[in-house]
C-alpha cells in the first residue's frame, strides 16, 4: 500500500459520503427499495471505483477493464451511486431509480446499462458468472481482473458453493469475491435464519485464500484487497464485516432497514447526519 | 425419388431426402450429430468451447474434448453452474455449449436461463440431451418431456429440435454462427436418418418433406420419421394425402409455413415427444388461432410422466407411434371435412 496516503484516504472518505448521500436521494425519490446493504457498502465500491479498479468511465466496454460484479442485485443504489459519483453518468439520474423506463432497474440490467456487466437480483449467481469471466480471461491470457461483491446471506445458495468449488478448481488468482458480511437478511440475523459461520473456514476448506477486514474502515478495506491481489495461484475472497446501514444511525445495525427506503422525513434526517459526517472528515477528524 | 404409390416425390426430391420408404434406413441417435457438429464448430472458431456436467459421453461432448482439448471445460455436477458460469464465459467473448441431459438444464437450471442467458442476453447455446420418453430404460426421472414448453415462454430464446443426426450436426454449425442464447433439444436413442448432407437447413425455416393436401402433420424431432411413414400408410389406405412438414424450429416458429399449411390442408396434426400441453404443438395453436383458425390434433404425450422401458415400446405406449398419428390425422381430415 504505498501509494495510498491519508489524503487520499479522506478524498476517498469524502466520496464515500457522496455516495451515501446518492443512495439517499435515489431511494426517497424511488419509494422503495433496499437501504441498509447500498449503505454498508458505500464505503468499499468507493474503494472500487475510485482506486482499486483499473476502468474508464468514458469507456464502460474497454475490452480490458477490471469486471465489477454485483451478485446481491438488490443493493443496486449503492453501486449506481458510486458509478455516478465517478462519471459513468450524470449525479441527476439518480433519481430515476425504479422508475418506468430508467436506465436504473430495481435490479441492475446489463442490456440497460452495460456497465453493471451482468443482470443480478437473483440471488447466489454473481460469483458463478464471475468465475466464468475470470476462466475466460485466463483461457485467453487477458491480464483483467473480475471482482465480485456478495452479500453473506446469499451465501445460502447452493449454487454459490458450486462457484466456490469451480473457482478453487481452475485456481482462479484473477478472482476476487468480497462479502458484505452485515449479519442481516430480510427475515432477521443470518445466524438465526440460517447460520454461516465459521465462514471464513468454509472458505478456507474450499481451498480460496481468504482475508479478513473491517469494511467500514477504507484504508483496511484497501490495503486488504492490494494483498488479495498479490495472490496468484488461487481466488480470494475478503470478508468485510459492515454495518448495515452504516452511516445513518437509525438504520444502522437494524434489519429491519434491509428492504425498505427511508420515508421525505427520514431522508433529511439521514441527509443531514451525513452532511455532519463529511463536514468532520474535511476537518480532518 | 418415387412414393410409395409411384408417384414423383418432389417435396422428398427437393429435400435430398434419403429414400424413407426402404426398410433398412441408418440408424444413429441425434446425439451424434451434436458431438460431430461441435468438433467441426470447435475447429472452425476457437471460441466454440464445449463444457460439461460429467456427462460427457452420454452428451457426445468427448469427441470434442479429444479434438480441443483447450476449448474444452468440465465442472462436475452443477448445472445452475453450468449455465451461470457459462454466461461470464460469453460474457467475454467465448461461445459456449453447455452439456447435460435436458431434465437437469434447462430442466433445474431454468431460473439462471431465463435471468442469465435470456435477460441479460448472451450467447450461451444449451445441448439438451436425453430429451422425450425415449431416453428409455432410465426412467421418468430422466426423460425432459416439458422442455420445450419451459423454453419457448423465454423471451430472445432459440429453440431447436433437429429430425435426425445430421440435421442435428447442421443446426450445432447454424447456431454456433449465430448469436442469440439458444437450446438445442436431442435425443439419446438410435433414430432413422432421413435427411443428407445436400438437405438444406436454415434456422426458422419449416420445411415441407412430404407432399399433400388432405392434411398437415407438422412434427419436429425423431417423430418426423414416424409422421412420414404415418402419411405414406394413409395414403395407402384411406386415400388422404398428408404433408409433412419437418418444423425443427419451435423458436422463432416458421409463421408463414404454419399458416400456408393450414391455408393449403385445412387441417392439422402436430406430433412431438413432448407434452402435448405447451409445446410445439402448442404453439402451432396459437398461431392458428390468430390468424387461420383449423381443426387440430396433438401428438404427444398426455399431462403424464414416463417409465422405463425400450424406446419404442415407450412411444407406442405414450401414444405417438405410427398408428397414433395416423388415427390422430383421419381425426383431423373428419373434423375439415364435417365443417366444409
Given amino acids: ?285 | 425419388m418415387r412414393s410409395m404409390e409411384g408417384r414423383p416425390d418432389t417435396a422428398a426430391e427437393a429435400m435430398h431426402l434419403v429414400d424413407y420408404h426402404a426398410g433398412d434406413l441408418k440408424q444413429v441417435p441425434t446425439r451424434n450429430g451434436m458431438g460431430e457438429g461441435l468438433i467441426e464448430a470447435g475447429s472452425r472458431d476457437r471460441n466454440v468451447l464445449g463444457v460439461c456436467a460429467d456427462l460427457s459421453e452420454s452428451t457426445r461432448f468427448e469427441g470434442f474434448k479429444k479434438a480441443h482439448p483447450d476449448q474444452y471445460i468440465e465442472i462436475g455436477v452443477s448445472e445452475q453452474m453450468l449455465v451461470a458460469m457459462a454466461g461470464g464465459l460469453a460474457a467475454v467473448g467465448k461461445i459456449p455449449w453447455i452439456a447435460s441431459y435436458a431434465m437437469f438444464n434447462p430442466g433445474r437450471s431454468w431460473e439462471q436461463v431465463r435471468t442469465i442467458m435470456a435477460l441479460n442476453e448472451t450467447n450461451v447455446k444449451i445441448a439438451g440431451a436425453h430429451a422425450g420418453v425415449s431416453v428409455g430404460p432410465d426412467g421418468a426421472t430422466h426423460q425432459a418431456i416439458e422442455d420445450i414448453a419451459i423454453m419457448r415462454v423465454i423471451p430472445h430464446m432459440m429453440v431447436v429440435v433437429p429430425c435426425d443426426a445430421v440435421q442435428t450436426k447442421k443446426a450445432v454449425l447454424a447456431l454456433s454462427q449465430t448469436w442469440g442464447p439458444t437450446y438445442l433439444r436431442f435425443g439419446r436413442d438410435k433414430s432413422p436418418v432421413i435427411t443428407t448432407e445436400q438437405t438444406p437447413f436454415a434456422i426458422g425455416k419449416a420445411q415441407t418433406f412430404r407432399e399433400g393436401g388432405d392434411v398437415a402433420i407438422v412434427a419436429c424431432g425423431i417423430l418426423v420419421y414416424n409422421a412420414l411413414i404415418a402419411a405414406d400408410q394413409l395414403a395407402r389406405e384411406d386415400g388422404i394425402e398428408a404433408r409433412v412438414v419437418n418444423n425443427h424450429t419451435i423458436k422463432p416458429m416458421d409463421e408463414d409455413a404454419i399458416v400456408e399449411a393450414a391455408r393449403v390442408c385445412g387441417a392439422i396434426v402436430t406430433v412431438e415427444e413432448h407434452q402435448k400441453q405447451g409445446g410445439m404443438g402448442s404453439r402451432v395453436a396459437e398461431i392458428l388461432a390468430a390468424a387461420r383458425p383449423a381443426p387440430i390434433e396433438f401428438v404427444g404425450v398426455d399431462d403424464r410422466f414416463g417409465q422405463s422401458g425400450d424406446p419404442a415400446e415407450l412411444i407406442e405406449y405414450y401414444g405417438m407411434g405410427v398408428d397414433a398419428i395416423k388415427a390422430a390425422t383421419r381425426r383431423a381430415y373428419a373434423r375439415k371435412r364435417e365443417k366444409a
Fill in chain 1, 1 to 285: 500500500m504505498q501509494s495510498l496516503s491519508a489524503a487520499r484516504v479522506n478524498e476517498l472518505r469524502l466520496r464515500a459520503n457522496d455516495v451515501r448521500q446518492g443512495i439517499i436521494r435515489s431511494l426517497v425519490a424511488a419509494g422503495s427499495g433496499h437501504s441498509a446493504g447500498p449503505l454498508d457498502m458505500a464505503d468499499i465500491f468507493t474503494a472500487l471505483y475510485g482506486y482499486l479498479l483499473h476502468h474508464d468511465p468514458a469507456n464502460p466496454e474497454w475490452p480490458e477493464r477490471d469486471r465489477l460484479l454485483l451478485s446481491c442485485g438488490h443493493i443496486a443504489p449503492v453501486r449506481y451511486s458510486a458509478m455516478a459519483n465517478f462519471g459513468y453518468f450524470p449525479v441527476e439520474e439518480l433519481l430515476t431509480l425504479r422508475k418506468f423506463g430508467s436506465r436504473l432497474q430495481g435490479h441492475p440490467e446489463r442490456v440497460r446499462l452495460p456497465a453493471v456487466e451482468t443482470t443480478s437480483g437473483p440471488l447466489g449467481e454473481g460469483l458463478a458468472q464471475g468465475v466464468g469471466m475470470a476462466l475466460g480471461a485466463k483461457m485467453d491470457h487477458k491480464d483483467f481482473h473480475v471482482w465480485v461483491v456478495t452479500s453473506d446471506a446469499e451465501h445460502q445458495c447452493g449454487l454459490h458453493w458450486e462457484a466456490v468449488m469451480t473457482g478453487a478448481k481452475f485456481a482462479l488468482g484473477n478472482l476476487t469475491a468480497i462479502i458484505d458480511r452485515n449479519f442481516i437478511q430480510i427475515d432477521g440475523s443470518t445466524e438465526e435464519v440460517m447460520p454461516l459461520e465459521p465462514l471464513a473456514e468454509k472458505y478456507r476448506a474450499f481451498n480460496w485464500e481468504v482475508l479478513e477486514c473491517d469494511g467500514n474502515d477504507m484504508a483496511a478495506f484497501i490495503e486488504t484487497a492490494e494483498r488479495a491481489l498479490e495472490v496468484k495461484d488461487k481466488p480470494q475472497v475478503i470478508v468485510a464485516k459492515t454495518l448495515a446501514g452504516k452511516g445513518v444511525s437509525f438504520m444502522e445495525g437494524d434489519y429491519t432497514w434491509h428492504g425498505k427506503p427511508p420515508n421525505a422525513q427520514q431522508a433529511d434526517e439521514a441527509l443531514h447526519e451525513l452532511q455532519a459526517e463529511r463536514e468532520r472528515i474535511l476537518a480532518g477528524a
